[in-house]
């Protein structure tokens, strides 16, 4: 039997309203200077219960476990071993801001190779270098693998990622990175997301709290806070002050939709002008039941395949025409559809049209 439906099966629903309301500027903006940096290394696992790479396969794993031999005084040049218990691996960190020498990071460690699982590992010794080549941190220690293997003849059974895993405080800040905040004359804020009323708004509570003139918004992503008008004793005092400040940032109208989960999220500005809308179910089955004949026993003739089919044509009724008048919410639409039993799929469908009829305004992201 074949069914094709005009609409969706209700897997998961789900419909938030995001609303505004006051935020410190520290969750708004990212002050200049005052970032992370990325870093990655290549390294190698031992002590995997047979779990490791194939070295037929990742030869890569048995270059990199030679070099570390070597390193350590033993000579397997020229030597043929295949050990299971050991897989090739990148290591990546992120140096947190301020960063000093002696300081302890988390790692994450994934395999590259065939290995099944990083479980009980260990990592020898990784640098992490940066985008510039240099070495910023080494990284060492027993994985902790988010996930477990279980398999027999006939089966398998695997849970979370068994390959990929962290090392919480694996890595040791050995290099700090080049930069003083107190040389800075001008501090930049970056907004996480640019907007014009935003920026003004910023500006504005900055200079309404210091009493004067002391930030200038540059753009709808950049505020420039002028050190020496702040009259602190430094630009992380500064900063310590209006990091704290609040701030009613302003959204953009937005709907978001996922059609793998049917999940909604709209932000309370989105409008709807007036339209009509009309939904329904149709339910085509078609349902095939083939008949064999043959013919009597020592009679002439050919066994043959009858067909039988059987087809049927199913039309829900549907919420019928409904009218939406100009300047309703989003929110008031979803309550009045809901009311009607339309499910999350057939009002993900709704909105698709309601914006491509131009009666939706706002920005629509489907994921």
Known sequence: MMRIFATFILWASL???VAAGPVRIKDLVEFDGVRGNDL???GLVVGLNGTGDGLRNAPFTEEIMSNILERLGVNVAGEQFRPKNVAAVIVTSSLPPFARAGGQVDVTVSAIGDAKSLLGGTLIMT???A????????????IIAGGAVAEGDGAKVTQGVPTSGVIPAGARVEREIDFT????ADVRLALRDADFTTAARIEQAINGNFGRRVALMLDSGTVSL???S???????HALGRI???????????RVIVDQRSGTIVMGEDVRISRVAVSQGNLTLRIQEAPLVVQPNPFAEGETVVVPRTDVAIEEEEGIGLAEIPTGASLSEVISGLNALGVSPRDMIDILKSIKAAGALHAEFIVR
């Not at 702040?230 to 992380?236: D, E, Q």
């Not at 990091?243 to 109208?253: H, S």
């Open 243 to 253: 990091e704290n400040i609040t701030v009613e940032p302003e959204r953009k109208a």
């Open 226 to 228: 002028n050190i020496a």
């Open 131 to 142: 985008a510039d080549g240099s070495i910023y941190a080494v990284a060492q220690g027993t």
């Open 230 to 236: 702040t009259r602190s004793r430094s630009v992380a």
């Open 181 to 184: 905040l107190s040389d800075l």
């Open 15 to 17: 419909s938030l309203s």
């Open 127 to 129: 640098p992490l270098n």
């Open 40 to 42: 990655v290394g290549y």
